[in-house]
Nanobody
């Protein structure tokens, strides 16, 4: 049974850094895409960074140059290094995964992801 468990969230002042981790288990194939999403209070869930099944990386424009997505070689853990954090980065962060597909521009569509973590809070004070 596929499972994703996030860790590493917390509170930080603007300009600070946090590193999120997502432990993946139970996947029957290594050919899956992974992503980080976030959801601010009263807003929809939005894609932040993703790695598709062939290793192509995509970032949301607002986090380019500040956030870095990576994963262990065996894909057991997904990371999101967040630097130069801003108040607008505040929200619940979720890791997500889905098998197969050449998602292209749909890589940030929540509907394509079958597996989700429980979410972890990131709070940035200005």
């Amino acid at each position: 049974q596929e499972q994703l468990v996030e860790s590493g969230g917390g509170s930080v002042e603007a300009g600070g850094s946090l590193r999120l981790s997502c432990a993946a288990s139970g996947f029957t194939s290594s050919r899956y895409s992974v992503a980080w999403f976030r959801q601010a209070p009263g807003k929809g869930r939005e894609g932040v960074a993703a790695i598709d099944r062939v290793g192509t990386i995509k970032y949301r424009d607002s986090v380019k140059g500040r956030f870095t997505i990576s994963q262990d070689k065996d894909k057991s853990t997904l990371y999101l290094q967040m630097n130069s954090l801003k108040a607008e980065d505040t929200g619940m962060y979720y890791c997500a995964a889905t098998y197969g597909g050449n998602w292209g521009s749909r890589i940030f569509f929540t509907s394509i992801y079958k597996f989700w973590g429980q979410g972890i809070q990131v709070s940035v004070s200005s």
